[in-house]
């Protein structure tokens, strides 16, 4: 699936389940939110944090793309909400990082 198809997807779920979509101002907090839960995630599992007891997932790696989904889903919801093409933008994207970028890691000492 394509960025684009993406966006697609989630518009027709929107119209289908959602009714319409959320005032921007709430999904941006609702990014946040998403944006918290995988942070949480990541810092019990990669981080120092310990799980709480009774609440580790049974399948860590299911847990984590579910909540990069949700991730995902919202930003693609802010998205359609202000006509932004996700596919050129990352396209776009990748392209700038690729010129500022194209041996500043490689000259990073840190990186060896």
């Not at 005032?23 to 918290?36: D, H, K, P």
């Not at 007891?53 to 990069?68: F, G, H, R, Y």
């Amino acid at each position: 699936m394509t960025l684009l198809e993406a966006q697609k997807a989630v518009d027709a779920w929107i119209d289908k389940y959602g009714i319409r979509y959320f005032s921007e101002l709430t999904n941006t907090v609702i990014l946040s939110e998403e944006v918290g839960e995988l942070s949480s995630l990541m810092a019990r599992i990669y981080g120092d944090q310990s799980f709480k007891k009774d609440k580790q997932p049974e399948n860590i790696k299911e847990s984590l793309a579910s909540e990069m989904a949700d991730v995902l889903f919202v930003l693609v919801c802010l998205a359609n909400q202000t006509g932004v093409d996700l596919q050129k933008a990352f396209i776009k994207n990748l392209d700038k990082k690729a010129i500022r970028d194209a041996q500043r890691h490689r000259d990073n000492d840190k990186l060896a």
